[in-house]
């Protein structure tokens, strides 16, 4: 009797500890397997490289699921690469992209559009590197004071949307200066939601802010429309990178794009698929993915589970 006993409390013992790292959850053997795509960033936000199933927690409202594996991803990457060629540091942009091509060539399909003056597609999706460093060469400065980023980031979603990729991704080279597209923040937030692609963007330049007033304004007057120009652009990369996993980079000078680039390429290529158990239907809390690893951050977008 003592036996059983001691045997008994050993296999509850075990099951909690394997319950608090995210092991065993909730979900019964027989729950259908999801999958979802993280990225592990470590000391000098590095990919990190050897992350296991071990290191991994994914819960639903803060209780935790089955995790069944986590290995690098393999599906093909469908990329959608914006690039504002409005302003100066061309030469640096062009170096930038290229970069980014030739780090993911053979990973998937790149589609190039610039988004200076106005939304031009240059290359459709392919994977013919040659192709793209073609289309790199046909960016060129415009002559013009302004992009419409967001009109570009709407019609590269929709190009997305029509091939259902299983891994889409949005990528935005951006200047600092005006911002000519109409279309309202909350309303392509929604449409990157359900993309379900991850957002990255490189934005050129120091951000400017608005401080002379005429004779007959407010000093506050200058933060006012400084506000109606800029928030509207600055919540949906902010928002939109964050919500969706991936990451927005501020870059002062045009010779540090090429650096800003390659980061962004090297977390592509180093990504995870994650994979767990949780029952059928639409999930009634958040699924959220964390870490045992010390030092190490998981960026994903946890809606995005199939």
Do not use: C
């Not at 977390?267 to 959220?288: C, M, T």
Request: charged share 25%; no cysteine; proline share 5%.
């Amino acid at each position: 009797m003592n036996r059983l006993r001691i045997a008994a409390v050993a296999v509850l013992v075990l099951l909690a500890a394997s319950g608090a790292s995210g092991q065993i959850g909730d979900a019964a053997p027989s729950a259908p397997l999801r999958h979802l795509y993280i990225s592990a960033a470590g000391e000098g936000n590095a990919p990190v490289r050897d992350l296991g199933a071990s290191d991994v927690v994914v819960t639903e409202g803060g209780r935790p699921l089955d995790v069944v594996s986590v290995e690098r991803a393999a599906a093909p990457l469908r990329i959608a690469l914006l690039v504002d060629d409005s302003g100066p540091g061309l030469r640096f942009i062009r170096e930038g992209v290229g970069t980014f091509i030739q780090r993911l060539g053979g990973l998937g399909e790149i589609a190039l559009f610039s988004i200076g003056g106005r939304n031009t597609p240059i290359v459709d999706f392919t994977g013919d590197v040659a192709a793209l460093y073609s289309g790199v060469r046909q960016l060129t400065t415009r002559t013009t004071t302004g992009a419409y980023l967001l009109d570009g980031v709407h019609d590269a979603l929709g190009a997305l949307g029509a091939r259902d990729a299983e891994r889409p991704v949005l990528v935005v080279l951006m200047l600092e200066g005006p911002e000519f597209s109409s279309l309202r923040a909350d309303r392509l937030l929604e449409e990157l939601r359900r993309s379900r692609a991850v957002m990255y963007v490189v934005s050129l330049g120091k951000p400017t802010l608005k401080t002379m007033t005429s004779w007959s304004q407010m000093p506050t007057d200058s933060l006012r429309e400084n506000l109606d120009e800029n928030i509207n652009r600055k919540k949906f990369v902010e928002d939109g990178t964050r919500v969706s996993g991936g990451q927005f980079a501020q870059v002062l000078v045009d010779s540090g794009v090429p650096t800003a680039m390659q980061a962004v390429a090297e977390e592509l290529a180093a990504q995870y698929v994650v994979v767990f158990r949780r029952p059928d239907g639409p999930a009634a809390k958040k699924i959220g993915v964390s870490t045992t690893r010390s030092g190490v951050k998981i960026r994903t977008r946890s809606e995005a589970v199939r």
